[in-house]
């Protein structure tokens, strides 16, 4: 495993001026992925998994938000010491992202094919050669065709019957789960690196949930693509995901595999969070909680921000507790553990 | 085609619109307190040339019957005598509503481009430079007065500077190009006389100018706000994040977003612009409706009154139509029903 990781984000601090003070929304964020990971980050809304997710793009917008310290690192280079046209390129080429409401991600006014074909040439050509859409010569004509064709294959990939006739459409035809293949499509238009996918079923109703997760299985396979998955719902990470990394108030407190985080949870939040999970096999307990309300963050809690709910709170929770390694695949962050290797 | 017949059922539905408002017009110009005859005739008229007045415009016949002979003369093409200078209404209206027209047009044309553009300038710099100063030119020149700005323009660029002539919408040696549509920019480049054209627009471009402040700031101000709004949407950051340009995102997928409004303000501000261009008309003698519509009404001249009334609700029904149909082809989502 010495080879560059594909994407390390390195003890990322965030701040967001409000009108309460400024929030510390991440704090120190730590998460690592390979080349073809399938990782999942989860957490509680607010949590900063959504802030974690945007501040590889580059999206989050500054003012209010300020990165104060920490790396973004994509195959070893800094994304936060790029230009803004540098990073533009650099989305075009390396990133796919979705969002969470598809009504809202595509714009109302133009065809998915005007906008279909926008993502496609911008990812595949600089955006200083792609052509006016005035713009008649054989060279530009050549390219709007080619964009077209390479559209019509990215609708039938995202499972779109009839998607040569559908791209004359306005977004307000497709239906919400359509919307999204659409959106999937666009993502996937540049054959991106890394697709970054912020609670991309959360808006739809659960029968087409399980089709859009399926879509992104299938496509993981078949494209042999790297995800982060950011999601609240567990249901979707033992579905989808082969790595996880929990997110509290701002930080990551345990990273695994999938199966070791189910079956063997470490970080008293995970166990919390599992345990709140109804399953099949406990169906007469009644649901569990965690007790108390995650903190403000412009006043977070010291040292470990979990301690104040934490059932296993010690003297030493007032420390900001390191990264403690359990197994190969297994880190905590957690002042109960020692390192195991 | 839709969007074609959509035009010609609203074109049909003008028609009534129009009957109510020549009804009201007529209605509301006859019931005034005042006596047209009396003011026309002057004050040494006798009783019997007052008589012979009335009877010649028909004022003798009771109101219905006046009305119905009104309306049957307009579909004849007659749209009847000025009580005061005995000129035909038609023929004034010819001269004078291609002028007026023309600088409203003019006027809208220069604060829709420069409004739009000032206004998406504000928005990329929200609460920088360029957005308080932008505010700040706006603001001073609407807080002016228009008569009072069109004098300091006259000064300023007439007189001192002399760059431009300060009225009239030729120089008086010269003759106009050949009738077509009367808006002289129009007709000079439709007989290609690049000559009057350059006149005209040299002429016309001062007075549209100062026109066209109220309007501009208006538009900028309600382009930067739907600007603000349009650019904080979802599919923003979404165009952003799939390395699509800012040009690109700004000026093709957010401006039409924002632009819808824009357009409604800009239809707004034109029937505004049109009533208002008498005190511009009136500064840079320029030889439009204005003085027309307040010598008529000041001296209750109901047949001009009723002429210039029905030729602005023309021209502001078309432009609600052009605006509607504009919104339809902007926005997919707003079906002719």
Redesign the interface.
Known sequence: MSSTPLLEIKDLHLEFKTFDGVAKVLAGVNLTMQRGDVLALVGETGCGKSMTALAVPRLIPMPPGKITRGQVLFEGQDLLKKSPEEMQRFRAKHLGMIFQDPTTNLNPLFTIREQLIDAVLYQQHDANKVPSKRNFSSRARTMRKQANERAIELMNLVGIQDGEKRLSDYPHQFSGGMRQRVLIAMALAGEPDLLIADEPTTALDVTIQAQILGLIRDLVKKLNLSVLLITHNLGVVAKTCEKVAVMYAGRVVEESSVKDLFKNPKHPYTQGLINAVPTRHTPRRGLEGIPGLIPNLTQPPEGCRFHPRCPKVMDTCQQIPEARRLSAEHKVYCHLYEDAL | MKLGSYFLRRLLLLIPLLFGLSLLTFTVSRILPGDPVGLAAGPQATEEIKESLRKEFGLDKPLPVQYLSYIGNLFRGEWGQSLYSRREVASDLKVYFPATLELTLAAILFAGIFGTLLGVVSALNRNKLPDHLARVVVLFFVSFPAFWLAMMFQLVFGLALDWFPIGKRLNILMTPPQTITGLYLLDSILTWNWKAFRMAAWHLFIPALVLSFGALASITRITRANMLEALD???V??????????R?VIF??VL??AFIATLTIIALEFGWLMAGAVLVETIFDWPGLGLYIVESSLRLDFQPIMGITIIYGIVFSLVNIFTDMAYGL????IRYG
Do not use: Q
């Open positions: 949407k979802d599919f950051r979404m165009e952003r994040a799939l390395g699509m340009p800012d690109v093709k997928y039409r977003n902007l926005d997919p989502r």
